[in-house]
Nanobody, 124 residues
Framework: VQLQASGGGLVQAGGSLRLSCTAS????????MGWFRQAPGKERELVAAIRWSGSSIYYADSVKGRFTISRDNAKNTLYMQTNSLKPEDTAVYYC??????????????????WGQGTQVTVSS
């Protein structure tokens, strides 16, 4: 599976962005998928994850109520709508896919495929 993330950019605090991740290669819909982010000087963290069926598995506390993860298996595309953005949301956002379950969702080693990342910058 090859993943291509897009949709990042520069936005003012309070603004919104819609991130997309398009998959190609092996069957997309068999995998759970997630969005991670890494801010400068910080470790990469899981932001949100979603099952193959489309039900969400996980949201980080810092984004609950502001970000929404979704997927369209017919289009082989993962999305994340990010609203009410804050400067602390500034990071490179990565999409990832793998045989992840609710129990293993936080373990990066279960995500076998990664996109190249898209930069989100939120100005104050």
């Amino acid at each position: 599976v090859q993943l291509q993330a897009s949709g990042g950019g520069l936005v003012q605090a309070g603004g919104s962005l819609r991130l997309s991740c398009t998959a190609s290669g092996r069957t997309f819909e068999v995998y759970a998928m997630g969005w991670f982010r890494q801010a400068p000087g910080k470790e990469r963290e899981l932001v949100a994850a979603i099952r193959w069926s489309g039900s969400s598995i996980y949201y980080a506390d810092s984004v609950k109520g502001r970000f929404t993860i979704s997927r369209d298996n017919a289009k082989n595309t993962l999305y994340m709508q990010t609203n009410s953005l804050k400067p602390e949301d500034t990071a490179v956002y990565y999409c990832a896919a793998g045989p992840v379950t609710a129990e293993s969702v936080l373990a990066e080693r279960y995500y076998e495929y990664w996109g190249q990342g898209t930069q989100v910058t939120v100005s104050s």
